[in-house]
């Protein structure tokens, strides 16, 4: 384990700092959640979930032998978690039946439900121990009374049921992952004979008609349900106070993610990633097809690869074409590069008198990454395995810790934070670290070199306000896959060698001169002030909200610009150009005309309602001038209309804020 550290020097105010959050990784229990378009551990670091699929609790119990093949009691769970954890791999994903967890239709027809559901999780239990996280995934599902021997289109009338019952088993650990439904698919593009079609909005929000015939099968339209959205079981996960991630596959078989950002369901706790299948002969399956519609989701949510593989005999192995013998680790670099994780399938073992991947299911196609020894099968079990060890060996960041837990300082010293950043792996230390307060870039990250960096601040610029700040140090690599934060609390109390305030902007910095405009005055000093002037004349009203801000009400003033006064028990903030607030007298506006015709041959008293007359200097009946105008008020004239020929004209007052605009209320006709 290394330590670099990062000093940071700040200009502060009284500040007080409290224990840093971020701790070395044991001392915390494991956890994923999400931010921003990447996963964060439980020390703050950017995590990817990379690992395999340990297939059979899917099957197992719907074919009536077992619960799993492998992870058959709590002993073969620890195994399994050691040999995992072994490749580097930090996920598992678990295929779950809908049927054997929820004991309907009569299954599991292996054991109880009690016992099934225990069986995982123990199985989530071993794998949390060697740090592994738990993806549960609801794999194989059926509705009504009709058996879960397979994976459906869509999730079904018993999906929400489901997820409600394993969220809750599962909300108080947070290393656990649930993902959504395995593949989605729309049949008709499936080639099984059926006509149903699932798009994005059925796959959002459910109420298309899919056929019940499992994957794989001959489907008949007339024999089927209506599909649940994936919005309805965010929804029943969220009910029941479930915070973990939740991921979510696309269209085809998961390959397919062009519509999962315009589709995305409302997540409370916004905490939903993709889940993206890739295998080699899928439509999807191209450095250029990721690039077009994987890497724009992975910019903005978690990406994760479900399933990978390259989809043949895994131990023969291809001749042709070219491009399948490199997909895995092409894959791989491609994800590594763009964040992404990714999972193999499948975490299978060969039986006793199995040697090779060939003899298994007639054909090869099992995708195995083991053999019946627990070594890597080629090739696809060995170029997983190197990657991730490969991964692990690389420098990787593992905690971000911000110093000195407790530090007190006047307004305006200089405070210096340090960063240490905990590395595990070889090799040098690259990248960048930044400070923020209160999420505000604190000048610009700095680049390391030998493990460390020094920023200057500058007093004006990077003073912090007073009050509560948080002031948060984020390292950000160049040459490791991590991504790391740390936050700590700060109090700042302004001392009693505070200054006179200071403005330095006004929002809006101008207003009408009849007053009332809600005017926000930023700058610093403001705690304690005593009075707001706008030239000379008071503020109507003012609050001071922080020692940066305050809000003010502008008075009645003549038209013109006035400078803005902030007044505290040291003096008055001075005069600048930008506490200039300009007062401006409003344009005429005519709402009404009183009578809105008469003769032709003029002479008609005419009222003109409105606002802004005060001062009027003119006033036209079309082009030709009133006889005679007289200003009542600021919101009246009476004027004596002139001769025109028959038809109709707008009505303009001339005043010193402007011209009135023509509206349809201005209009004069002559009869």
Not at 451 to 459: D, E, R
Not at 480 to 508: G, H, I, R
Not at 647 to 656: C, D
Request: charged residues 10%; negative net charge; glycine residues 10%.
């Amino acid at each position: 384990m290394a330590a670099a550290a990062f000093p940071v020097a700040l200009v502060a105010g009284m500040l007080t700092l409290s224990a840093s959050q971020a701790h070395a990784v044991v001392a915390n229990p494991l956890s994923i959640a999400v931010v921003g378009n990447h996963f964060i551990n439980q020390n703050g670091g950017t995590v990817r979930l990379m690992g395999v699929d340990v297939p059979s609790t899917e099957y197992a119990c719907k074919e009536g032998w077992g619960y799993a093949s492998l992870t058959t009691s709590p002993t073969a769970d620890a195994a399994v978690a050691r040999s995992i954890a072994a490749w580097d791999a930090n996920a598992v994903r678990i295929p779950l039946n809908e049927d054997c967890w929820l004991g309907i239709n009569g299954e599991p027809e292996f054991g109880t439900q009690t016992l099934y559901q225990q069986s995982i999780e123990n199985e989530v239990s071993a794998l949390n121990a060697d740090g592994i996280y738990a993806i549960l995934d609801l794999h194989w599902s059926a509705p009504g009374s009709v058996i879960a021997d397979g994976q459906r289109p869509m999730p079904d009338d018993h999906s929400a049921a489901f997820w409600t019952s394993v969220a809750t088993t599962f909300k108080n650990n947070p290393a656990v992952v649930f993902d959504l439904f395995n593949e989605p698919y729309s049949p008709a593009a499936d080639g099984n004979g059926s006509n149903d079609v699932v798009d994005w909005s059925c796959w959002e929000n459910g109420g298309c008609s899919v056929p019940d015939a499992q994957d794989g099968t001959t489907a008949n339209d007339a024999d089927s349900y209506t599909a649940v959205g994936m919005q309805a079981l965010v929804t029943a996960i969220r009910s029941t106070g479930a915070t973990q991630p939740i991921m979510l596959g696309g269209l085809s078989y998961a390959n397919d993610l062009s519509g999962w950002l315009t589709h995305e369901p409302t997540d409370p706790d916004h905490q939903l990633a993709a889940s993206f299948h890739n295998y080699y002969g899928e439509t999807c399956d191209t450095v250029t097809c990721w690039n077009e519609t994987i890497a724009p989701v992975a910019a903005s949510v978690p990406v994760v690869t479900g399933e990978f593989d390259q989809g043949y005999d895994c131990q023969g192995g291809p001749t042709s074409p070219p491009a399948l013998v490199n997909f895995d680790s092409t894959y791989m670099g491609w994800a590594d590069s763009n964040g992404v994780g990714y999972l193999a399938w499948a975490w299978w073992e060969l039986g006793p008198a199995t040697t090779t991947c060939s003899s298994v299911g007639g054909g090869g196609d099992m995708y195995t990454l083991i053999d019946n020894a627990g070594n890597p099968v080629a090739p696809d079990g060995t170029s997983l395995k190197s990657h991730l060890q490969l991964l692990a060996s690389e420098p990787e960041a593992t905690s971000l810790v911000v110093t000195p837990s407790q530090s007190t300082s006047t307004r305006g010293q200089a405070v210096t934070f340090t960063a240490a950043l905990n590395v595990d792996g070889e090799g040098p230390v690259a990248g960048t670290v930044a400070f923020a307060v209160n999420d505000t870039p604190l000048g610009s990250p700095v680049p390391v070199s030998e493990g460390s960096a020094q920023l200057t601040t500058n007093a004006t610029t990077l003073e912090l306000p007073v009050g509560t700040d948080t002031v948060t140090a984020t390292f950000d690599p160049s040459n490791m896959a991590q991504q790391l934060s740390s936050t700590n609390q700060t109090t700042e109390t302004v001392s009693a060698a505070s200054t006179k305030p200071s403005v330095v902007s006004l929002a809006p910095a101008s207003g009408p001169n009849t007053g009332g405009t809600a005017v926000t005055i930023s700058g610093i000093g403001f705690t304690g002030a005593t009075k707001v002037l706008f030239g000379t004349t008071p503020a109507l009203s003012f609050q001071v909200v922080s020692d940066s801000d305050i809000s003010a009400t502008s008075p009645p003033e003549v038209k013109g610009p006035r400078n803005v006064y902030v007044f505290n028990a040291h003096g008055m903030s001075a005069k600048v150009a930008a506490d200039e607030f300009a007062f401006k007298v409003p344009p005429a506006a005519i709402t009404s005309l009183s009578p809105s015709s008469g003769p032709r041959s003029g002479g008609t008293s005419v009222t003109i309602s409105g606002s802004g007359f005060t001062g009027a200097t003119k006033v036209l009946f079309g082009t030709e001038v009133a006889l005679s105008f007289t200003v009542v008020s600021d919101t009246q004239i009476t004027a004596v209309a002139p001769a025109e020929a028959k038809g109709t004209h707008n009505v303009f007052v001339f005043a010193p804020g402007g011209t009135s605009a023509k509206v349809s209320a201005d209009v004069f006709a002559w009869t």
